[in-house]
């Protein structure tokens, strides 16, 4: 195949958005299906509070897990992006993260014998966390893919800075509408659809990985 952008893919901002748009649609689903989020650490320890408030036991679990689950794929993510920077990584990671949602939807449509939602949420979880972690630019700006939180408080500052020629407001502010358009996608579908509409995220993450092997690595300067 030929590559069409010959740049950093970490720097890609359209790619990155589609993750952003993943990430949105990921949670929102989770929080549909299993009442509990995989995206990030915030809402998942507020609503551990309250499951413990109200002595919700297999709630409480399912939402320690996704913490767990979420805070080890960042560590991965992290720990492969500062070890590992050739694109044929960046399409790995991408492949495993399609690889484990593969394995959800096996398990809960021809193996439910072996599915169960604690092992679901923490493949999620794994997954998401693998994609914050290593998925963290677009262009210059810092960005999570899983959440929205920090990017609108960058989002916000930037706008009120003002620098000119600073085009970070504008991927920010593309970063965070694209992941609610993702959120409000996978919730429309979820309340609907179930874990049918979850599967969704399987054809978005093929899309990442097709969009990837239109990138090739930039072209490094000769040493001086």
Not at 140 to 158: E, F, K, L, P, Q
Not at 169 to 181: C, E, G, M, N, P
């Amino acid at each position: 195949m030929i590559p069409l952008f010959k740049f950093e893919p970490q720097s890609h901002i359209p790619f990155v958005l589609l993750l952003t748009f993943i990430g949105g649609f990921v949670d929102a689903c989770s929080f549909v299906i299993f009442e509990v989020f995989t995206g990030h650490l915030t809402g998942n320890s507020i609503l551990s509070m309250i499951y413990l408030a109200k002595m919700d036991i297999s709630m409480l679990l399912l939402s320690v897990i996704s913490i767990l689950g979420f805070f080890v794929g960042t560590f991965f993510g992290s720990w492969v992006r500062l070890k590992h920077s050739a694109l044929v990584v960046y399409r790995f990671v991408l492949g495993l993260v399609f690889l484990i949602f593969s394995c959800v939807f096996l398990l809960y449509f021809f193996a439910q014998t072996f599915y169960s939602p604690d092992l679901a949420i923490f493949m999620i979880s794994f997954s998401m966390g693998i994609q914050n972690g290593y998925f963290n630019k677009a262009g210059t700006v810092d960005v999570h893919s899983t959440y929205v939180t920090g990017m609108t408080t960058s989002c916000i500052n930037a706008f009120l800075k003002n620098i000119p020629g600073d085009d970070s407001k504008k991927v920010l502010l593309l970063a965070v509408l694209s992941f609610i358009s993702g959120g409000l996608a996978g919730g429309i579908l979820s309340v609907n659809y179930h874990f049918i509409a979850f599967s969704v995220v399987l054809i978005l993450l093929a899309c990442a990985f097709f969009y990837s092997l239109t990138l090739c690595d930039a072209p490094r300067k000769n040493p001086q």
